[in-house]
């Protein structure tokens, strides 16, 4: 429908994953049905994307995964009838490490991150301005652990660096906290619950919030569904419908357009 601008959600796939893998893996095409905003799913070199330190085939060749997928916006934006200031994006793992990259260098651009089990591994911050940010993270993930992202040391001794040992959940939701100029030392939202918490803050710079779901039993995969293949049999189950995680991801993503932060 042409007459009608919408929002666009792009849909990053994990490291080994195909963007097909990654639509079938989350369904935000329902979501997108439901809601009336256009859902894109692009594809990294060799199911891969240059999201900072960590692993992935992109990375290692530095390929400017940044530039392919402002592209990948622009031709949508012209094929479609796209609201630019409601430009979301949302993914797992790799996808969600890239995902918080482009929101860090992209932030002119991208209204809003929301994604699941993956933390921001690049810090080049230059031109920023704040983005609302949302991660949601395992408590027991087995491949990108609550505590730091250090584990991947044990497969390329490379990665086990200084960004690694600085990562995690927590950090992460800090990190962001402060490339947001957000008000207080501690989360000013505070949400416990049996299955996940949220912690956050909300008094933050141009209107913006940075939070993190903690799922308390939840591994590597926090979608319904799971995804068992030769390679993720070690995190393959998801949630089996304990929870609803493209709403949490969607309810927070919808609030913000970069009209309202601009105001």
């Known amino acids: 429908d042409l007459s009608q601008e919408v929002p666009m959600v792009i849909d990053l796939h994990g490291n080994t994953l195909t963007m097909q893998n990654q639509r079938d893996l989350s369904e935000f095409d ?16 060799d199911n891969s994307w240059n999201s900072g330190y960590c692993c992935s085939t992109a990375g290692e060749l530095g390929l400017n995964d940044t ?90 001794e490379e990665r086990r660096n200084l960004e690694s040992m600085q990562s995690g959940a927590v950090e992460n939701l800090y990190d962001w906290a402060e490339f947001n100029d ?40 926090l979608y319904v569904n799971d995804v068992c293949t030769p390679d993720l049999i070690w995190n393959c189950f998801g949630n089996q419908g304990l929870y609803d995680t493209n709403q949490l991801e969607w309810d927070f993503l919808s609030r913000f357009s970069k009209e309202t932060q601009s105001n």
């Open 30 to 45: 329902d979501l997108a049905e439901e809601n009336g905003f256009i859902g894109v799913w692009p594809q990294g070199y």
């Open 182 to 221: 957000c008000q207080g030392s501690l989360p000013d939202r505070n949400e416990p619950g049996a299955i996940y918490s949220i912690q956050g803050f909300t008094n933050c710079a141009e209107g913006t919030e940075v939070a993190l779901i903690t799922v308390h039993g939840g591994g590597h995969n």
């Open 67 to 156: 530039g392919l997928i402002l592209e990948i916006i622009d031709r949508v934006v012209f094929n479609h009838s796209i609201d630019e200031s409601r430009i979301y994006l949302t993914g797992w793992s790799n996808g969600c490490m890239m995902a918080q990259r482009m929101a860090l260098q992209a932030s002119d651009i991208i209204a809003a991150v929301a994604c699941t089990s993956g933390y921001l591994s690049i810090l080049d911050a230059e031109g920023y301005t704040p983005v609302p940010v949302m991660e949601i993270h395992g408590f027991v993930d087995e491949n990108q652990h609550y505590s730091n992202n250090v584990g991947w040391g044990i497969l390329d």
